[in-house]
């Protein structure tokens, strides 16, 4: 075995170690919780994707209007300086959106790398193949794990500008603190003059959020569910799955969307030699959504010490592509 995969096999490794060790402070913990960047093995992936396409999901239409009809704004805000770059894009998935960015670069000549993190292997091939298929001249280096060690690998791999995209919505996986942290970390490890893209999904109607989460057809509640599944699989746990209830608030004062799940009984669960006891009744904390103001955003991007150089809504005003600079 040469040493690169060794390598690759350590890592594997230590990523189910975290994941198991994450589980047991999550639900030793009151309330307990369980952390949603695991929501997406397999068949998370591919529940996520059945999300994106319900009705009632509304931000990845929201951001596509933006990335189709808006292109060359977008473009033009991270072409000022006319150096070469990386684009490094954090949680690419399919990389439905920034492919209409990609493919406008390349027929313009631009001299960039595209380089997507993902923490799913399988959703990072799969990117790769697409991209190949539709974008041939496309050059793409794929990282695979979490955001801030594949981004000092980005760093160490190529000194060139950067520009980071954070798309879908996913800061809002964070609550305020946690987000002001993660963009403060973020910056720190970016040059002067670097660019960073942030999907901001908005405060509006609070039954449009709800019911984006609440799906009647409950494929939410599946997505949520799912992480008990994968527990059972992957770490050796005994979940009753069925004795589970997904439940979701939306706090429209706050901002913050809410996933749980109810224990439907008192019960036990055992992983490894540890047992988890829960009431009837008792909650998981499983997933926030956070939902953003302007001044919300304006504020972020001041605590941590970026310039907002642009914002390019979608057309009802739900979602905001926000455009900062080092
Ligand atoms: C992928 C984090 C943007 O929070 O809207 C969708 C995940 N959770 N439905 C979101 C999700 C439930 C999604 N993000």
């Not at 000092?152 to 800061?171: C, E, H, M, Q």
């Not at 720190?188 to 057809?217: E, M, S």
């Amino acid at each position: 075995m040469n040493s690169q995969v060794d390598t690759e096999a350590q890592i594997k490794n230590d990523s189910k170690e975290t994941f198991l060790s994450d589980v047991l402070d999550g639900l030793k913990s009151f309330p307990k919780h369980l952390h949603s960047k695991y929501f997406y093995d397999k068949a998370g992936d591919r529940l996520f994707q059945q999300i994106m396409n319900m009705p009632e999901y509304y931000l990845t239409n929201c951001e596509l209007d933006i990335f189709k009809n808006k292109t060359k704004k977008l473009a033009n805000s991270i072409l000022s300086s006319d150096t070469s770059f990386d684009l490094i894009e954090l949680g690419a998935g399919d990389a439905m959106k920034s492919s209409y960015l990609l493919k406008h670069l390349v027929e313009k000549g631009v001299n960039f790398t595209y380089m997507p993190i993902d923490i799913s292997g399988h959703i990072l091939s799969e990117l790769n193949k697409k991209l190949n298929n539709e974008i041939p001249d496309l050059e793409i280096v794929s990282l695979e794990g979490e955001y801030f060690d594949m981004l000092d690998k980005a760093t160490s791999i190529s000194t060139r500008k950067k520009v980071v995209l954070f798309l879908g919505g996913n800061i809002g996986n964070m609550d305020f603190e946690e987000s002001y942290h993660f963009c403060r970390e973020l910056k720190r490890k970016l040059n002067h003059g670097d660019i960073l893209i942030v999907g901001f999904d908005l405060k509006k109607n609070p039954h449009t959020i709800l019911n984006a989460y609440n799906d009647a057809a409950g494929i939410t509640s599946s997505f949520n569910l799912n992480l008990l599944v994968r527990m059972n699989r992957e770490l050796d746990a005994d979940f009753d799955v069925l004795n589970y209830q997904h439940y979701q608030t939306y706090d429209p004062i706050s901002g913050a969307c809410k996933s749980y799940l109810v224990s439907l009984a008192e019960q036990n669960v055992h992983i490894g030699n540890e047992v988890f006891h829960f009431q009837e009744n008792e909650l998981i904390d499983m997933e926030i959504s956070q939902k953003f103001s302007q001044d919300d955003i304006s504020k972020l991007a001041k605590d941590s010490k970026f310039h907002i150089i642009d914002e390019i809504h979608d057309s009802k005003n739900w979602f905001v592509d926000s455009i900062w600079q080092v």
